[in-house]
């Protein structure tokens, strides 16, 4: 059974915030990668825990998309009850440490 994929406010605004970086409106070669990165995580509802658990959280865990040096990390979890991913996160895999409050 598929999970249902969701993302948090959070990464949704990570995900605005990328396609603006990337420049995917003017760009048609970066809005086919957006739109893989798009594809990608909605891939995971065939099977979430193909991905290692963070270690900042063992509760999490993570997807890298792209090639160096632009990979993104996609941070999320697995509510196994209700068989829901939630995307918490989604960062440029070369930024330092960061917080995991969720909203």
Not at 67 to 91: A, D, L, N, T
Request: proline share 4%; charged share 25%.
């Amino acid at each position: 059974m598929a999970y249902r994929v969701s993302l948090t406010r959070r990464a949704e605004r990570d995900l605005a915030n990328i396609y603006r970086v990337v420049s995917a409106k003017t760009s048609d070669t970066a809005h086919i990668w957006f739109l893989r990165l798009r594809e990608t995580i909605a891939s995971l509802q065939d099977n979430p825990y193909r991905c290692p658990t963070t270690p900042e959280d063992e509760h999490l865990r993570y997807l890298l998309y792209g090639k160096k040096p632009h990979v993104y990390r996609v941070i999320y979890r697995v509510i196994e009850g209700s068989k829901q991913i939630v995307v918490v996160h989604i960062r440029h895999g070369a930024r330092s440490e960061f917080s995991l409050k969720i909203q």
